[in-house]
């Protein structure tokens, strides 16, 4: 499959780290999501049934990553590619979790990940 649906740049408010001071506060973290997704039913008859909705789909990201404080953006990485995978029943999905300002002189760090329904 050749289509995919992407959604760029969703900031959350996590709490995330390993650091005792960022379990006490809120970081920025920014998702990159790519899924699989054949484009072409929603295309031929321009119904909305047919399509990948990325709003839904966004925000029960963002729900998940703010909801439960994580140590670990490759945590955050897999419970969003299980999610996807499982509640949307996207084929294949993409996940790039980035903590910007984790290390001083790095604009981003972060994790990528690809999962696959099994």
């Not at 299980?82 to 002189?105: D, S, W, Y």
């Amino acid at each position: 499959m050749t289509d995919q649906v992407f959604i760029e740049g969703l900031e959350c408010q996590a709490v995330i780290g390993v650091f005792e001071w960022e379990k006490q506060i809120r970081q920025t973290l920014v998702l990159d999501l790519q899924m699989d997704w054949d484009n072409r039913p929603a295309a031929a008859s321009d119904d909305y049934q047919h399509a990948l909705c990325y709003d839904t789909l966004s925000k029960a990201v963002t729900e998940l990553v703010e909801q439960t404080p994580h140590e670990l953006v490759e945590t955050v990485a897999e419970k969003v590619a299980a999610l996807i995978l499982e509640r949307f029943a996207v084929p294949r999905v993409r996940v790039r979790v980035a903590k910007p300002g984790a290390v001083a002189n790095a604009r981003t760090v972060g994790v990528c990940i690809e999962r696959s329904q099994a």
